[in-house]
């Protein structure tokens, strides 16, 4: 299961199990994003694991030049498919633990849980050290991971769903410092089975990795909304970093 995400982003299935994160969600975080950092227009913007391009869209939509890149080609031509002729978004194929750019960027985005996916904690905070030299002076870094109290409380271990013909049925654990997904999908009579596997970092862990690499963390917010964080409620942890 190393690389399950190299299977499973590029399945599609994807899309569907999670289409309950719609545009609504992308649009709020934006919305929360632009108000505490108001990046003037024309501002470079990085979307790290970019997914299919929800966030870098709706920025280039609005003025900044963005650049996205994703590990799934799948998720890339997505993107390109949802982007209008006249918006320029500069899409791009990379691992993000070697991603290798020469452009300094105002804003980068690492959102949607796409973080905590590799066996060491090397691997998942490769970016987030090397980012340091891919951002302006007081440039901001924006995390946006879930509360691991919150899922270790909360989890559900099982649950189903129809959506455009689909069976879907999940079963969730938590396996040592790891939540981990077994995704069941059943399509006229075929069955496969998809794997997620999430390493879970405290709010204390997450900090204090940021400050390591010479951050400041601005701001913690606890969900889409901009309200403040609660260790035992709060659903999300956003993280507003600077590079002063």
């Known amino acids: 299961m190393t690389d399950w ?8 299935y994807y899309k569907y199990v999670y289409s309950h994160r719609n545009d609504d969600d992308a649009q709020k975080l934006l919305q929360l994003i632009l108000k505490e950092i108001k990046p003037k227009e024309g501002s470079l913007i990085l979307d790290a ?42 899409f791009f194929c990379s691992d993000i633990r070697n991603v290798n750019l020469k452009v300094k960027f105002d804003l980068i985005l690492n959102v949607f ?28 870094f924006i ?22 013909g689909l069976e879907i049925f999940e079963k969730r654990k938590i396996a040592g410092d790891y939540i981990v997904k077994e995704i069941l999908i059943s399509d006229a009579g075929k069955s496969e089975s998809f794997f997620e596997r999430v390493k879970l ?20 917010f606890g969900d889409y909304e901009g309200n403040g964080f ?12 600077q590079n002063e």
């Open 230 to 241: 609660d260790i035992d409620k709060s659903p999300r942890l956003i993280l507003m970093i």
């Open 201 to 220: 970092y405290s709010i204390d862990n997450l900090v204090g990795q940021v400050e390591s690499f010479g951050y400041n963390v601005k701001k913690i």
């Open 49 to 90: 694991a970019c997914g299919m391009g929800r966030h870098s869209i709706k920025l280039a939509n609005l003025g900044y030049r963005v650049f996205g890149f994703d590990l799934s080609m799948n998720f890339l031509k997505s993107a390109q498919r949802s982007k209008l002729s006249n918006v320029q978004v500069d």
């Open 5 to 12: 995400f190299k299977d499973w982003f590029h399945s599609p």
């Open 143 to 164: 995390l946006d991971y879930f509360n691991e109290q919150f899922v270790r409380e909360n989890i559900v271990p099982q649950s189903q769903k129809k959506i455009n």
């Open 113 to 140: 849980t796409s973080f905590g996916y590799f066996e060491s904690d090397g691997e998942n905070f490769a970016f987030l050290s090397k980012s340091k030299t891919l951002l302006k002076e007081n440039g901001f």
